[in-house]
């Protein structure tokens, strides 16, 4: 029993919880915004915002771990946030990989038109091939932060879910704005362990400064964007603490960025639970 408690626990743990709502908040956002009232809220709805929560999060890191076997020997955020791939947990992560994969084809079934079907086949490209060879986006300048828009793909399915229309282009336009910066300053956390690595990224490139100088960038359009459409109001302020916490680590000295880059899940899902009252009660 205790056997099977711990593989549990790996699993678990590979599928990183802290980041869960990642996809299965936009996805539940989207869908909320684009519902009339709480009867669209049906299986379909449920089963997909399961899969988004925790299967489409094996999926992403599963592959992405499995990738970056080698290089992250070098990553401390293995020792305790992660799991480390070897010789001991590998086919457990394989395995965990293919029960993901035989959930994204269960999924496929519950996609009833070809708009549906093609979006849900990128956000599965995209989960594969930014970890995997011989594409492997995240080794690719700037088309890693660009290939991050797999993040906001739930959110433009759960809103066609629910409307069988896609967003509004400003929507969309924000969401990629602000995905690429997520993953920019994700990446920033990493320059020392890629860089020793030999692992070319966006940040490895640009470095330090000039990567959080432009996620500050990407998150400024993306809030003016917001602003510029007029949906939320003064309710958009709250979310300026996305391009100003850039700042706050370029102005001040010997912040501990590892530290500030785990405040983003508490922001995400505080202020996706914004976005979802502002959808709900509009």
Known sequence: MNKYISQFNQ???????????????PFFVGFTFGSDTLVDFNTGFFLLLFYFLVPSNILVYSINDLADEKIDILNAKKENKEIRVDGSN???VKIAFYF?????????????????IMLFLAFIF??????????????KIFLDFIS????IIPGILGFYQATSALPLGIFILASMFWAFAMHLFSA???????TKANIQT?????GFKKSLWLCFLFWSMSWFLIFYSGVF??????FLVYPLLPLYVLRKKNVDLERVYWWYPVINIVLGFVLFLLAYFN
């Open 188 to 194: 920033v956390v990493d320059i020392e362990p890629d």
């Open 11 to 25: 699993i678990l743990k590979l599928s990183r919880p802290s980041f869960w709502f990642y996809l299965a908040g």
């Open 100 to 116: 993901s994969l035989l959930c994204s084809a269960l999924v496929l079934f519950v996609l009833k038109d070809n708009t549906s």
């Open 202 to 206: 966006s940040a490895v490139y640009l």
């Open 233 to 238: 109001n003064n309710f958009i302020y709250l």
């Open 90 to 92: 590998k086919n457990q």
């Open 126 to 139: 995209l989960s594969i091939f930014y970890s995997l060879p011989p594409l492997r986006f995240k080794t």
């Open 148 to 151: 991050n828009i797999l993040y």
